[in-house]
C-alpha cells in the first residue's frame, strides 16, 4: 500500500500526544518509480523516520509516486489539494517537476516545503510567503567548491554539466565564485552516459582540476570512464553526486574526491548522530543526503505544528519561517527568500569499515545565502 | 588541436559505434526474419546488465558475469518470443508497438522490484583495467579497445553463421520468404525462437559490456534502444552489413560532432554560448543525418529485399 | 452491430459531461480536472486516429505536435504574463491569452512542421515510418531541452491560465467545457472527412495502395494532408492541455508520450470514432487507481496494455460493439 499513515507508525496512544491536537494533513509527492526511485525512497524514509520518532499521531502523510512526469505530479499535486484537502505538500526531487508543481499549489493558498529542488526562479522573482525550501539553493553547492577551489590554488579548472537549465546554472554558480582559468567549458547532452569524448578534451586541456556537475547515472558513468582512463588531474563535484545512494555504484573510482555539502554523516552534534543511528537501525543502510533533506523537513514540519495550528496560515507560516527545530545540519535559518542560510562544507570520500562514505574537511561558506535572494521582494 | 586528440576521439566514435552495433545487429535480425519491431530490445540490454553485475558482486569474477549475461538476455528473450512475440507475427506493426511498449514498463519495473531502487556496480575486470599508449602519444583505455574488439568478433561471427551454417541459410530463407521455409519442412517456431534469443543475446553482451563503463540501472536501454533503431533504418532494416556500417557512422558522427561543434561555433560566438549551442546541435546532428539519408534513399544505405 | 456502436459512442459522449457535473455538484474540483484530462487526451488521440486509423500511418512522433501546441500555450501565456512582445523583429508583435488566437497559432505551426516531416516520413512506409517519425520528434525534444530561452528542461510555468472570451476559464468546470465541446467538435470533423471522398481515398490508400493509385489518386498527397490535419488536431490538444497542466516542458515531446497516444488509440479501438475517448478514460482511470494502490503500478499497466494488445483484438470499442464494417 503506498498510501502510509504515518500516525500508525507511532509508538503510544497515550503519551504521544502533545497539547495540539489538531490533525495535520501532509501530501508527499515524490518518485518511486524508474531510474531516478532511489532519491524519492530516501526523502521518504528520511521523513517518514523524523514523523515515527515523534511519536505525533495526530499526522497523516499520504505518498504517490510522480515517475518523474511533470504532467503526473501536478495531477497527483491538484488531487491531494483540492479533493484530499492537504494542509502541507512536500516531496519533489526534480526542479522541473518543482516548476511545474509549486506555483500553482502556493496560488491555491497550500504551504509547499522542498525536499531538494531549489530553482532559481522559485528564489528569486517568483518567490512566495507559503513556499519554503529545507534543502539549498540550486547554485548553492556549486559556488562552495567554487570557492573552495581558490583556497587549494587550483588555477585552470575544466568544468562541465549536461546541456539544460540546471547545468548552466550549476557552471554560472561555479563561476560565480572561481577566479582561476578556465580549461574549458563543456555542455553534454542530457542523459549522455558516454564520456569518452569529454574526458578526452579534459586530457588535451591541460587542466590542473575537473568540476563536473552530472546527476544520477550520468554522474556515476562519467566518474567509472574518468577513472580508467589513465589522466590523474583531480575531480571535484557537488555532493549529491558522491552520496550515499550513488558512492555504491561509483565504486572505489570515487575514493579521494572533494565535494561540496550542507551536510555530512559525520557532523558533529546530537541530532545528527542520533539521526545517522535511527535511520541505520531502521532501514540497514547509510542515510544520504536526500534522506536527510526528508528527515529536517519533517522535523521542521513537527516543530510548527507544536506552536500553531495549520488552519491559521499566518501563524503557522510564522512558525516555519523561524525554523526552530533540531537540524542535523546543526544550525540552520530562512532567509527573507525562505531558502536556507546555511554553512557549506568540502566532504572527501573514503572508505570506512569496507564502505564508501565521506567526512568534512573544511568548511566552504559559513552562513551563506544564495544569489537570488535580492531578487524576491518578501 | 593534436594528432593524438583526434585519434583517440575516431576511436571513442568507433567505440560507440560498435556497442551500437551489438544492439542493432539483434533488432535487424529479429526484423529480418519475423517481420518484428521489438521496441523491449531496450529492455533486454537492461537485463543483461543487470545478471552480469549480479553474477560478478556474488562471484567476484566478470567473466561469469559476461556468461550470465548471454544466458539471461537469451532465455529472457525466448520467454518473451514464446509467451507474446509468436502472437504478433501475424499483426501489423501497431500492435507490435504496443505490445513490445508494454513490455518495456514490465522489464523496467520488475527489474526494480528484483534488484532495488539504487543503481549496481559492476567494474572492468583487472585484466583490461587502466589506459594504453598508442603511436602519436595517445593514452587510450584499455577495455575500450576490447570492446571494439569484441564488436568486430560478433561482427565477423555472425557473417559466418549467416553466411556459412545451416542456421544462418534458414535464416536467410526466413528473411526472403517465410511461407516457403514453412512448406519445406523447416521448423519455424524454433527458427523464431532461436532467432529471438540470439538477437536478445547480442543485446545482453552490450548490456554487460557497457554496464561497466556507466551506471546500471533502470531505464538504461532506453535512450541506447532510439539510437539503435536509428542505425538500423539508416542501414536497411534486416541488414548485418547496413547495421555494421550504419553503428559506425552514428558512432563516428555523434562524437565527432559533440567534439567538433563547439569549437568550429567559437569561431562566430563568444566560448560559453558556443559550448550551449554546440552541445545543442550536436545532440539533434545523428536525427538530422538520418532524415537527410532516407529522404535520398527511403529503405536506407543496404535495404534488403528492397 | 452499428447500431450498437452508435449506442456505445452516445454512452461514452455522455459519461464525461456526467461525470464533471457530478463531481462539480458534490464540490470536488479536482475529479472535474481528471474528466477534462481525460477530454483532452482523447482530443491528441482522435487527431493521431486520423493518421493511424483511417490513413494507416503509424506516427511515433505526435508528441511532437503536442508538445508545439503545449509550447505555444507556454510561450503566449509567458509574453501575455510579462506584457512583453512576442517577436520585435521584423514587426512588433504582442503576445495574447486569447485561447482560440493559441489554438489557431498551435495549428499553424504544427501544419508548418508536420509538412516537411510528412514529405520525407511519407517517401517510406511500414516500420521505416514509425522510426523515422520518432526520430524527428526526438529532434524536437533535444532541442527543447537545449534551448535556454523557454525554460529547457525545466519547462515553463503558466501563471495565468489562459482566457476565453466570455468564460472564465479558471473554474474547472467551465475549462472542462471548452475541452469537451473542442473534442465534439473534432469527433464532428472525423466523421466527415471519414466519409468524405478524401476519407474514402484515405482508406482505400491503406488497404491497397496500387489500386489507388491507379485509378489517378495519388495516396502521397492524400497522406500528407491527413498527416498534417491530424498534427494541427494534436497541437491544439497540446496547448489545452499546457493549460490545464499551468505547465509545458520537454517531457510532452518526448517519445514515451507519443507511445501513450498510440496506446490510447489501441485501447479504445484503432480507426473507430470513439476510440480515443474509450482509449482515455481507461488510461487515465488505469493510471489514477493503480498509482494509488502500489509503488510497482507501471508493471500492472503494462501487465493490462498486454492482456488487451494480446487477447482483446478491436480494443474496448470492438469488444463492445464488435468488427469494424467497412462500407
Redesign the interface.
Known sequence: MKRIAAAALGLGLAFSSPAMAEPLKIGMITTLSGGGAGLGIDIRDGFLLAIKQSGNKDIKVIVEDDAQKPELAVQIADKMVQSEKVDILTGIVWSNLAMAVVPGVVGQGTFYLSTNAGPSALAGAKCNPNYFNVAYQNDNLHEAMGNYTNTINYKKTFILAPNYPAGTDALTGFKRFYKGALAGEVYTKVGQTDYATEIAQIRASGADSVYFFLPGGMGIAFMKQYSQSGISTPVMGPGFSFDQDVLGAVGDAAIGVKNSSHWSKDLDNAANKKYVAAFKAEYNRLPSLYATQGYDTANLILSAAAKASVKDKDAFRAALKEAKFDSVRGKFKFGNNNHPIQDIYVREVIKEDGVLTNKIIATSFTDHQDAYAKDCKM | MSSALLIEQVLNGLQFGVMLFLMAAGLTLIFGVMGVINLAHGSLYMVGAFACAAVAAYTGSFWLGLVASLAAAAAAGAIVEVTVIRRLYSRDHLDQVLATFALILIFSEGTRWVFGSFPLYLDIPPVLQGAVSLPGGAQYQLYRLAIIAAGLVVAIGLYLLISRTRLGMRIRAGESDREMIGALGVDIASLNTIVFALGAALAGLAGALVGALQSVQVGMGEPVLILAFVVIVIGGIGSIKGALIGAILVGVVDTMGRFLLPQLLTLFMEPSQAATAGAAIASMLIYIVMAFILAVRPKGLFAVNA | MANREKLINTALALLLPALALAAYGMG????V??AT?IAILALAAAGLNLA?GLGGL?S?GHAAFFGIGGYMAGIFATHAFNQTPLFTWPIEIAATDQMPVIWLVSAGVAALVALPIGL??L??S???F???T???A??IY??A????AY?????L?I?MRNGFPGVNTLDPLNYFLIAYGLLLLVLFIFTRIRDSRFGAALQAARQNEVRVASIGIRPLRIRLAAFVISAMITAVAGAL?ADL???V?P??LS?NMS?EL??LI?LGG?GRLFGPVAGAILFVLF??AL?????????F??????G???FVRGGLIGLLAGKVHHG
Open positions: 470536488e474540483p479536482f475529479y480536472t481528471l484530462r493511424l503509424v511515433f520525407i516520413s517517401r517510406t511500414g516500420v521505416y514509425i522510426m523515422i520518432l526520430a524527428f526526438q529532434m533535444y532541442f531541452i537545449s534551448w535556454p525554460g529547457g528542461e525545466d519547462g510555468s501563471t492541455f497542466n499551468r505547465f516542458g517531457s510532452m517519445w507511445g498510440i496506446v489501441i484503432t493510471e489514477f498509482g494509488g494502490l502500489t509503488e510497482h503500478w507501471q508493471l499497466l503494462g501487465l493490462i496494455l498486454l488487451v494488445v494480446l
